[in-house]
């Protein structure tokens, strides 16, 4: 590592107003110019996270439920980069400066969502608090998880705080039942949280459309589609085993993250 020299140079900040505001635990990001004597040094207090979930009207942006305001040139840059439709699959990184306001805004492809059906749960002590273990089929196999909460009714302001902390399941880890479906994700924190997901569809299987990616049930007269993530299992509730794709006049019953079929178990 070396050290970054701004002797006689042309120095702009970004995020403070200046050398004498830095703090120590700062984050900064800088564009160094040897050949003009100039740099740029962009300072943030703090980094924000997650998903955006929303774009409003009027210059405030949700990141995982949280809302932050920001200015009409970045609502502008992230309708242009994330584009109306992906919303909600798109991840953010918020850059606030020392008044807690966003200046800089980048994004990145959301991961692919990982959908499972509970195996197991059970009670252990860790660093003397019991907690609650989830063993979780997945496309990756069994994985076992302690959840931070689920993504239900986040009720928090944009300092992260919960204004009403007694509603809905959020902070809860003891909420999921063997056999329950749900859609794993990471908050803005790096924690591991879930979606659980309802039955949306039941009945016989009539035909499948490969091309497609389409599995017809019942009357056959509509096609849900199913994709490369889609996790499909068979079995009782606590023993479920993953399978491939299911054949002509196997029950299924089909869980639907958005329009497409998260998680199907066939009978």
Known sequence: ???????????EYVGVDGFDDLKE????HYIYDADNDSALIIVARDVVKGTLTEITYDNKIKVDGKTFSVSETIVDALKDEVGK??????????????????FKSES??????????????????????????????????????????????????????????DEGDV???????VGDVIKITLN?????????????????????????????INDGTTGYTYTENTLWVEGEPGEYVERPLPYIDDEVTLYFDGDKVAVGIIK
């Open 1 to 11: 590592s070396g050290t970054l020299k701004l002797y006689d140079f042309d120095v």
């Open 25 to 28: 635990g700062d984050i900064l």
């Open 85 to 102: 439709d992906e919303v909600g699959k798109v991840v953010v990184t918020l850059y606030l400066d020392k008044d807690g306001k966003v």
């Open 108 to 165: 990145e492809s959301a991961p692919e969502a990982i959908y499972g059906v509970v195996q197991a749960v059970a009670l252990r002590v860790v660093d003397k608090e019991v907690r609650t273990f989830h063993k979780v089929l997945t496309l990756e196999g069994e994985v076992e998880y302690i959840f931070a909460g689920t993504e239900d009714n986040p009720d928090e302001d944009a300092n992260g705080t919960e204004e009403n902390p």
């Open 171 to 177: 902070g809860t880890e003891d909420k999921l039942n």
């Open 188 to 216: 803005g924190k790096g924690e591991v949280t879930y979606t659980k997901l309802s039955v949306e569809k039941t009945g016989t299987v009539v035909g499948r459309v490969a091309k497609e990616n389409k599995i017809k």
